[in-house]
């Protein structure tokens, strides 16, 4: 039977409205957000004690990635901190049984665990008793080997090091910020970033300070290098919650800026650990 199109007003509507939309997913659930360094930073709350919230990532540098960039090294991956380190030395130099037969090694391709195999068998009562054994112990419980840090490809994906302790964070192969601990390190890290052109043009904040090549000033110096690791940690997370990142040049409190104000702050705590600074490029 034909209906009268006109008459369609009068009949009443029975299909039920549309439903609402259903709320955005909890902050847990939601994708994860692109980091500074082009890598997927997950959404984690800044309050979990699980994840430890946001980290900066780090590394650590001295002559031969030895004694105190690993003591560094160990000191921020137990804090959960993303860190790698790396000597400055065309050789990695360990105490000999004289000051003019040191123990000579490669970077890159020689590992800590077959240093101390070699020191045991040449003697193990001399290098127990100057530390070098204890040194080796320490140091292949954090990685493989000494890498050398003008060997380092800068952005190219760490899959190798995955077994490293502070692995977890670093895998990009960029960090913010570097920490060298001794003036001639500096120098060299300083110099090497000049001669690679800053191709990533990416900011990374070189910082030295001055330590003691011992076991007992490389203690200190690991513990205020972690001090200064939070302090700096805590400015960055501060700002990517507020406002978010801004690089050098976007405003007098950028993160950037502010360094050598937080650094300033920490050399009072630290008197005797002398300290430098310069913003560079990658």
């Known amino acids: 039977m034909a209906t009268d199109p006109r008459l369609a007003r009068t009949i009443p509507r029975t299909e039920t409205p549309p439903q609402p939309p259903p709320p955005p997913p909890p902050l847990s659930q939601q994708k994860s957000v692109m980091g500074y360094d082009g890598a997927s930073d997950r959404a984690i709350d800044p309050g979990s004690k699980e ?77 127990r008793a100057n530390g070098l054994l204890t040194m080796l112990e320490r140091n292949r419980s954090v990685k493989w080997g000494p890498e050398r840090w003008q060997d380092w490809a800068v952005g190219k994906p760490r899959l190798d090091h995955k077994d490293d302790r502070g692995s ?49 000033e490389a203690l200190v110096g690991g513990k205020a290098i972690l001090d200064l690791a939070d302090t700096l940690n805590e400015a960055a997370r501060s700002e990517r919650e507020g406002d978010g990142w801004r690089i050098s040049g976007d405003g007098d409190r950028s993160f950037d800026t502010r360094v050598p104000e937080i650094l300033a702050e920490w050399q009072d705590r630290w008197k005797n650990l002398p300290a430098l600074w310069t913003l560079a490029w990658f």
């Not at 001794?182 to 000049?194: G, I, K, M, S, T």
Request: aromatic share 8%; glycine share 8%.
């Open 51 to 127: 994840e430890g919230g946001f980290r900066l990532k780090f590394c650590t540098v001295c002559a031969s990635n030895q004694n105190r960039s690993m003591e560094a090294h160990l000191r921020l991956s137990l804090a959960s901190y993303p860190v790698i380190s790396f000597g400055t030395g065309s050789l990695v130099r360990l105490p000999g049984p004289s000051i003019t037969q040191p123990n000579v090694y490669p970077f890159n391709s020689t590992s800590y665990s077959q240093m101390y195999t070699e020191l045991s068998s040449k003697d193990s009562r001399l290098y």
């Open 168 to 216: 977890r964070g670093s895998e990009g192969g960029i960090v913010d910020v570097v920490i060298t601990c001794e003036e001639r390190c500096w120098d060299a890290v300083v110099d090497n970033l000049l001669e690679r052109g800053s191709p990533l043009n990416r900011p990374v904040h070189v910082i030295n300070v001055d330590i003691k090549d011992n076991h007992e």
